[in-house]
């Protein structure tokens, strides 16, 4: 099992990376810093070293600080497809409730959620300390009331609010498939 938290350098891949987001070939590369296109291949494939000096002449060409190949690498994208969500869920009434953002994503948090009609029986109150919710309605009807002021969002509506201000998401007569977003993710301390 890999660790999370290992710091992981790899100045080809950002190279390739750099090259591939710009448009450039290895060919361009190779003749725009006088390097030799089989050096910079292996230099991508994590086949080769590099100088200080060869990282300076990547850096001017490429218009950056030195600095961004050193920079470890952020979280991997999580990539989700339409027919793996609601596979494992959460929740009470039948309601169906996958978070999809990654356990140690620190600025917001995704989940999809299923409510049949009519749920939840009970109307579960909540709010937080802090930050900003936005729901979007994929399908069907769904009910949200925030404060003492309901909203009716069919689908491709979308509402946002303050998190701090007493809501709760409910379903009449119709299903709703909807998406929440909250940031910072309610699974984090919100003090």
Known sequence: MENKN???IDI???IRALRKIRGISLQELSKGTDMSYSYLSGLENGKH???ITNLQRLADYFKINMIHFMIPDGPTP?????KNLFKKSSGSDNIIYQVVTSEDSSNLQMSYVYMPPNQPKE????KHDKGQELIIALSGQVSVMVGETPYQL?????LIFDSKSEHFIYT???PATIVIISSPPYTQNLS
């Open 123 to 126: 109307h579960h109150i909540h």
């Open 154 to 158: 069919g689908q491709g509506d979308s």
């Open 6 to 8: 290992q710091t992981n």
């Open 12 to 14: 080809g891949k950002k």
């Open 78 to 82: 999580n990539l989700f497809r339409r």
């Open 172 to 174: 009449e007569e119709e």
């Open 49 to 51: 070293s590099i100088s």
